[in-house]
């Protein structure tokens, strides 16, 4: 079976060893986040930067987070700068595909190793999921 996205994603994460390499450990996500930015554009791919993505509880807004990098309109990318990967990242991440019509998410995290997780919540799932809890957003 092929992953979905799979030639966008390991695109992704070349860039993000190359960027990783490049600057290596130690600085703010930002930091990260705008070099991520500029050298995902400068391979042609179409990045949106802190896009607001809305929350929703049983059909009300509730909140909204801000997404570090969508690539493509498809892939979310948070982006941490953390000692490792802990579960509440991986969560997070998940949440984010949630609220979307992305169904594919990388956690890119430039610790002292760098090292990703890649998430997939399919459109079809997040249907099942939202009529199971009642909500309608």
Same mark, same amino acid.
Not at 59 to 88: S, T, W
């Given at each position: 079976?092929? !992953? ?7 695109? /992704? ?7 990783? %390499?490049? !600057? ?5 996500? *930002? +930091?990260?986040? %705008? ?6 554009? =400068? $391979?042609?791919?179409? +990045?949106?930067?802190? *896009? ?7 059909? =009300? ?7 570090? !990098?969508?690539? %493509?309109? =498809?892939?979310?990318?948070?982006? *941490?700068?953390?000692?490792? /990967? +802990? ?6 991440? /998940? %949440? ?15 610790? *002292?190793?760098?090292?990703? $997780?890649?998430? +997939? ?11 199971? $809890?009642?909500?309608?957003?």
């Amino acid at each position: 079976m092929e !992953l979905l996205y799979k030639d966008l994603t390991d695109s /992704i994460l070349r860039t993000f060893y190359d960027v990783y %390499n490049a !600057l290596g450990f130690g600085f703010h996500e *930002k +930091v990260y986040q %705008n070099s991520m930015y500029l050298e995902l554009g =400068c $391979r042609g791919y179409k +990045v949106e930067s802190q *896009k607001q993505i809305k929350v929703y509880y049983k059909g =009300c807004q509730v909140g909204e987070y801000f997404a570090d !990098l969508i690539v %493509n309109e =498809c892939v979310i990318l948070e982006l *941490k700068a953390a000692e490792a /990967i +802990v579960p509440e990242f991986e969560m997070q991440l /998940i %949440n984010y595909l949630r609220g979307t019509d992305a169904e594919v998410g990388l956690l890119l995290n430039f610790g *002292k190793k760098a090292e990703f $997780r890649r998430k +997939v919540f399919e459109n079809s799932r997040k249907k099942d999921w939202k009529m199971e $809890r009642g909500q309608n957003g």
